[in-house]
């Protein structure tokens, strides 16, 4: 059945055209007849001059549109309905005509099954039957794989051939129903009943076999059949997955109807109709049905080139004379593409087609292989650049094609480099890859001093890698060049090669002034909207401050005890009620259903049932701070992320004696292993912001402790990077790094609200790694910044204590004048008393400082009597 399904389908084009033919021109009848009505009543009623003209005029402008591009489908569709309007008979069935030809009939059971009814009318002609049994044999070759609608076509065949009463043609219905019960088709279990029912000598073996073969591979499709039915149009997804199926089952009949359904609904998809065309040209290689089925597909989509360019391909590879594949170029120049590469790829294939033509011996097809290269230039300089304002082919791919084919094939040199002096003439010089082209060319078919001039003007020219083409050039001067040769090429790459630095140089300076100016524009932004924020945050809590006000002056008057406790101090609150007030349990607005515990000798004891308070517990605890104050439901979110490190004792979130957030909070494990997981969370970001995580240490008991988990000597494996933008992602800097060896980790410096500071470290899994990336990074340009790449060496930290890595030496500390800290120092005592101490703060050399302040002490703390103030107001 398979074999068979592909040898008559091959007649699908015919039956597509006698179709469309025969439809047109039923239509063409019923319209005539309605033109002639319409014209009668025209003729009845005054149509006015100028709408007479106005169609005219559009009419001509339609037929100007259509003659630049014949698939313009819009445009067809209205100047039939212009010409239907005017009653112009004559151009209206020529503009039905031309589009019939251009725009195919969709095939489809329903058409395959009018078709064939329509043709029954003609059984009394002489050859009437046998023509209307090729019909149904066409129609069940077609479509009678079809799961849902093929039943159809085949119930159709039986009919007819039962309405013919003859000895053979109870062999052919029984042939019809050996036929259809091996074809996988919905009810089939009807029709087996029906031939069960019709034959007279029961089912046989064969019969049964089949049946049952075709109701398994029918239930593996069902479901399929089933998402099709519920999908809504264009169904591509559930098509596809149909056509993966059955191009694993391997059916190539199957195959093939499920693509043509696909397409039935789908006629306007380029893909499809790619991928229908592929499985042909590589599977069932059979001429007719490949090639007609290549034309189907550039008549649905015009517009697409691969399928022009894959049609030109299998005209050949099935042997079509020149002339037919000629034609169906012309036809896809005036396809109308939509890009003008896509007119660059058409000629390319084209000119392959030509080239593999000419056998090089005969100088017909060697002129005609040229002439198309000369117009392939002229169109795209002409048509294309004027349609879409550039050539499409900014690297003159042709043109170095047929250079190439001079100098291989024709063996032409002269023709070769006058083709790529057009080349370089067309803005391509400055390009290192273009000389390059030209030099391996000379080198391959030129002489050595054609190289050698291709080399210097190379050197001269290139902008985007000149020390490559210097390269280039000395390593020719030593293969084959002169002592002469060879200090003129050096000559001219060092003079070329520091013009070159030196333009870099200015170009990099250049760029730094510009992002120094965008810098200094962007902290000018960010500080007045700073100020804006800020004013407006003042208006905002204006009205919140005065409420608070009145409720503190309220508390005030009415005498309530936490008042009073509010305005004596902190030297009544216990130690327990202090360290209830850090972790916000005491805030004025704690939150709900929170209970005060009760302190001091005084208080009651719990009672029965009432839940202990549990023991804060350090070793099993992380003080997690850098959380943003708006963060809601800060308890929730928190153990959301901190759940997957162990159980979870409590949560103490710290709230300000307003109620508000503070931005930081403790966490107690149920166990100690739970914190060395908790602490891998350290800057992960919560809303945006990095949160930091480190262990929860009593700096009372504990003021030595200090956190810092990153090395601060040398890492000649890590790489510190300076000026990155500030959009840079983490996952861009590991792409961008990547390339010079192995990363481990990549860390982006950031400021405590999440900012970036435009700093990251890259740490590599070996030392070479990063230096090799510290010289081939640094100074290079990432989205428009200059950034700094060196080995990581960060400078020390200002530790407190000694083992910090900072210096023993201790800095001096102030010393502050007669009012200690104050922010004057100006004191109330005469200025001549001044003059006398004047010599005592003088240190000498040799004096210490020690005893220079203890002598200024001493004289400060003496005390005068009214008498000396007196003698000092006199001695003046």
Same mark, same amino acid.
């Given at each position: 059945?398979?074999?068979?399904?592909?040898?008559e389908?091959?007649?699908?084009?015919?039956?597509?055209?006698?179709?469309?033919?025969?439809?047109? &021109?039923?239509d063409s009848?019923?319209?005539?007849?309605?033109?002639?009505?319409?014209?009668?009543?025209?003729?009845?009623e005054?149509?006015?001059?100028?709408?007479?003209?106005e169609n005219e005029?559009?009419?001509q402008?339609?037929?100007?549109?259509?003659?630049?591009?014949?698939f313009?489908?819009?445009?067809?569709?209205?100047?039939?309905?212009?010409l239907?309007?005017e009653?112009?008979?004559?151009?209206?069935?020529?503009?039905?005509?031309?589009?019939?030809?251009?725009?195919?009939?969709?095939?489809?059971?329903?058409?395959?099954?009018?078709?064939a009814?329509?043709?029954?009318?003609?059984? #009394?002609?002489?050859?009437?039957i046998?023509?209307?049994?090729?019909?149904?044999?066409r129609?069940?070759?077609?479509v009678?794989?079809?799961?849902?609608?093929?039943?159809?076509?085949w &119930?159709?065949? @039986?009919?007819?051939e039962?309405?013919i009463?003859?000895?053979?043609?109870l062999?052919?219905?029984?042939?019809?129903?050996?036929?259809?019960?091996?074809?996988?088709?919905?009810?089939?279990d009807?029709?087996?009943?029906e031939?069960?029912?019709?034959?007279?000598?029961?089912?046989?073996?064969?019969?049964?076999?089949h049946?049952?073969?075709?109701?398994?591979?029918?239930?593996?499709?069902?479901?399929?059949?089933?998402?099709?039915?519920?999908?809504?149009?264009p169904?591509?997804?559930?098509?596809?997955?149909?056509?993966?199926? &059955? !191009?694993?089952?391997?059916d190539p009949?199957?195959?093939?109807i499920?693509?043509?359904?696909?397409?039935?609904?789908?006629c306007?998809v380029?893909?499809?109709?790619?991928?229908?065309?592929?499985?042909?040209?590589?599977q069932l290689?059979?001429?007719?049905?490949?090639?007609?089925t290549?034309?189907?597909?550039?008549?649905?989509?015009?517009?697409?080139?691969g399928l022009?360019?894959?049609?030109? !391909?299998?005209?050949?590879?099935?042997?079509?004379d020149?002339?037919?594949i000629?034609?169906?170029?012309?036809?896809?120049?005036s396809?109308?593409?939509?890009q003008a590469?896509?007119?660059?790829?058409?000629?390319?294939?084209?000119?392959?087609?030509?080239r593999?033509?000419?056998?090089?011996?005969?100088?017909?097809?060697?002129?005609?292989l040229?002439?198309?290269?000369?117009?392939?230039?002229?169109?795209m300089?002409?048509?294309?650049?004027?349609?879409?304002?550039?050539?499409?082919?900014?690297s003159?791919?042709?043109?170095?094609i047929w250079?190439?084919?001079e100098?291989?094939?024709?063996?032409?040199?002269?023709?070769?480099?006058?083709?790529?002096?057009?080349i370089m003439?067309?803005?391509?010089?400055?390009?290192?890859?273009?000389?390059?082209?030209?030099?391996?060319l000379?080198?391959?078919?030129?002489?050595?001093?054609?190289?050698?001039?291709?080399?210097?003007?190379?050197?001269?020219?290139?902008?985007?890698?000149?020390?490559?083409?210097?390269?280039?050039?000395?390593?020719?001067?030593?293969?084959?060049?002169?002592?002469?040769?060879?200090?003129?090429?050096?000559q001219?790459?060092?003079?070329?090669?520091? /013009?070159?630095?030196?333009?870099?140089?200015?170009?990099k300076?250049?760029n730094?002034?510009?992002q120094?100016?965008?810098?200094?524009e962007? /902290?000018?932004?960010?500080?007045?909207?700073?100020?804006?924020?800020?004013?407006?945050?003042?208006?905002?809590?204006?009205?919140?401050?005065?409420?608070?006000?009145?409720?503190?002056e309220?508390?005030?008057?009415?005498? +309530?005890?936490?008042?009073?406790? @509010?305005?004596?101090?902190?030297?009544?609150?216990?130690?327990?009620?202090?360290?209830?007030?850090?972790t916000?349990?005491?805030?004025?607005?704690?939150?709900?259903?929170?209970?005060?515990p009760?302190?001091g000798?005084?208080?009651?004891p719990?009672?029965?049932g009432?839940?202990?308070?549990?023991?804060?517990?350090?070793?099993?605890s992380?003080f997690?701070?850098?959380?943003?104050?708006?963060?809601?439901?800060?308890?929730?979110?928190?153990?959301?992320m901190f759940?997957?490190?162990?159980?979870?004792?409590?949560? /103490?979130?710290?709230?300000? +004696?307003?109620?508000t957030?503070?931005?930081?909070?403790?966490?107690?494990? %149920?166990?100690?292993v739970?914190?060395? %997981?908790?602490?891998?969370?350290?800057?992960?970001?919560m809303?945006?912001r990095?949160?930091?995580?480190?262990?929860?240490?009593?700096?009372?008991?504990?003021?030595?402790?200090?956190?810092f988990?990153?090395?601060? *000597?040398?890492?000649?494996?890590?790489i510190?990077?300076? #000026?990155?933008?500030? *959009?840079?992602t983490?996952?861009?800097?590991?792409?961008?790094?990547?390339?010079?060896?192995t990363?481990r980790?990549?860390?982006l410096?950031t400021?405590?609200?999440?900012?970036?500071?435009?700093?990251?470290?890259?740490?590599?899994? &070996?030392?070479?790694?990063?230096?090799?990336?510290?010289?081939?990074m640094?100074?290079?340009?990432?989205?428009?910044?200059?950034?700094?790449?060196?080995? *990581?060496n960060p400078?020390?930290?200002?530790?407190?204590?000694?083992?910090s890595?900072r210096?023993?030496?201790?800095?001096?500390?102030?010393?502050?004048?007669?009012?200690g800290?104050?922010r004057?120092?100006?004191?109330?005592?005469?200025?001549?008393?001044?003059?006398?101490? !004047?010599?005592a703060?003088?240190v000498?050399?040799?004096t *210490?400082?020690?005893?220079?302040?203890s002598?200024s002490?001493?004289?400060?703390?003496?005390?005068?009597?009214?008498?000396?103030?007196?003698?000092?107001?006199?001695?003046?």
């Amino acid at each position: 059945m398979a074999a068979a399904s592909n040898a008559e389908h091959t007649q699908l084009q015919d039956m597509e055209e006698d179709v469309g033919m025969e439809e047109r &021109e039923m239509d063409s009848e019923d319209n005539e007849e309605e033109d002639m009505g319409e014209e009668n009543v025209d003729d009845e009623e005054d149509d006015s001059s100028e709408d007479e003209k106005e169609n005219e005029a559009e009419i001509q402008r339609l037929e100007e549109q259509l003659s630049i591009n014949a698939f313009d489908y819009n445009c067809h569709v209205d100047l039939i309905k212009l010409l239907k309007q005017e009653g112009e008979l004559f151009s209206l069935r020529k503009a039905r005509q031309r589009m019939s030809e251009l725009f195919p009939l969709t095939e489809g059971p329903d058409i395959w099954l009018e078709y064939a009814q329509y043709s029954i009318g003609g059984m #009394g002609l002489p050859g009437g039957i046998d023509k209307v049994r090729s019909i149904f044999e066409r129609a069940v070759t077609a479509v009678g794989l079809h799961m849902t609608k093929g039943q159809m076509v085949w &119930e159709a065949y @039986r009919e007819f051939e039962n309405a013919i009463f003859s000895t053979l043609q109870l062999e052919r219905i029984h042939t019809l129903f050996r036929r259809q019960l091996a074809i996988p088709l919905m009810d089939m279990d009807a029709t087996y009943a029906e031939f069960e029912a019709w034959s007279e000598q029961g089912v046989s073996d064969t019969i049964k076999h089949h049946y049952k073969k075709a109701l398994q591979q029918m239930e593996k499709c069902k479901p399929f059949e089933e998402s099709l039915l519920a999908a809504e149009p264009p169904k591509m997804a559930e098509y596809q997955n149909y056509i993966d199926f &059955e !191009l694993k089952e391997g059916d190539p009949a199957r195959i093939q109807i499920i693509f043509e359904r696909t397409l039935a609904e789908n006629c306007l998809v380029p893909d499809m109709w790619a991928k229908y065309n592929t499985y042909l040209d590589r599977q069932l290689k059979i001429k007719d049905l490949v090639v007609s089925t290549h034309d189907r597909a550039v008549r649905n989509c015009p517009w697409t080139m691969g399928l022009w360019k894959s049609y030109l !391909l299998a005209l050949e590879r099935h042997g079509a004379d020149h002339q037919t594949i000629s034609d169906v170029f012309e036809k896809a120049l005036s396809a109308g593409f939509i890009q003008a590469t896509d007119y660059v790829e058409i000629w390319q294939a084209y000119l392959d087609y030509l080239r593999r033509r000419v056998d090089f011996k005969s100088s017909k097809e060697l002129e005609e292989l040229r002439g198309a290269f000369a117009r392939s230039l002229d169109y795209m300089k002409q048509d294309v650049e004027e349609r879409f304002g550039e050539s499409g082919d900014p690297s003159c791919i042709i043109m170095q094609i047929w250079a190439k084919i001079e100098a291989l094939h024709c063996k032409n040199m002269q023709k070769a480099r006058e083709l790529w002096d057009t080349i370089m003439t067309k803005g391509n010089a400055k390009y290192a890859n273009m000389w390059m082209e030209y030099y391996n060319l000379e080198r391959s078919y030129g002489d050595s001093a054609h190289c050698r001039k291709a080399l210097h003007r190379a050197v001269q020219c290139t902008s985007d890698y000149p020390e490559h083409v210097c390269e280039v050039l000395l390593t020719f001067e030593r293969v084959e060049g002169s002592l002469e040769d060879w200090d003129l090429a050096v000559q001219k790459t060092e003079t070329r090669l520091s /013009r070159v630095n030196e333009q870099r140089v200015a170009v990099k300076e250049a760029n730094m002034a510009r992002q120094e100016e965008d810098r200094a524009e962007q /902290r000018r932004r960010a500080k007045s909207d700073k100020k804006a924020q800020k004013k407006m945050g003042k208006d905002v809590h204006a009205g919140e401050k005065r409420k608070a006000q009145q409720d503190y002056e309220d508390n005030w008057n009415n005498g +309530t005890e936490q008042a009073s406790k @509010r305005h004596r101090g902190d030297e009544d609150q216990t130690i327990e009620e202090q360290m209830e007030t850090e972790t916000g349990l005491l805030g004025k607005n704690a939150p709900p259903g929170f209970k005060k515990p009760q302190q001091g000798a005084s208080a009651a004891p719990p009672k029965q049932g009432d839940d202990k308070p549990e023991l804060r517990s350090d070793d099993n605890s992380v003080f997690i701070s850098n959380l943003a104050y708006t963060l809601e439901e800060p308890e929730a979110k928190l153990r959301t992320m901190f759940e997957p490190c162990g159980p979870i004792s409590q949560i /103490r979130p710290v709230f300000s +004696t307003k109620g508000t957030f503070k931005g930081y909070c403790y966490i107690q494990f %149920e166990s100690v292993v739970s914190v060395s %997981e908790a602490l891998k969370l350290d800057r992960q970001e919560m809303e945006n912001r990095p949160m930091f995580v480190s262990p929860c240490v009593d700096k009372n008991k504990n003021p030595d402790f200090k956190v810092f988990k990153y090395n601060t *000597s040398i890492e000649k494996q890590k790489i510190f990077i300076s #000026g990155l933008p500030f *959009s840079c992602t983490k996952k861009q800097l590991e792409e961008v790094c990547s390339s010079y060896g192995t990363i481990r980790d990549v860390r982006l410096v950031t400021y405590r609200s999440g900012k970036p500071k435009g700093l990251a470290y890259v740490e590599f899994a &070996e030392e070479t790694h990063a230096s090799q990336a510290v010289l081939k990074m640094d100074g290079t340009v990432i989205d428009g910044n200059t950034i700094s790449v060196a080995i *990581s060496n960060p400078p020390r930290r200002n530790m407190d204590k000694p083992g910090s890595g900072r210096p023993l030496d201790p800095i001096p500390r102030q010393v502050y004048g007669a009012r200690g800290k104050g922010r004057t120092q100006l004191s109330m005592v005469p200025r001549s008393l001044h003059r006398q101490n !004047l010599p005592a703060n003088n240190v000498e050399n040799g004096t *210490s400082a020690a005893a220079s302040a203890s002598t200024s002490a001493t004289a400060e703390t003496k005390s005068l009597s009214n008498s000396d103030f007196a003698r000092m107001l006199l001695n003046k």
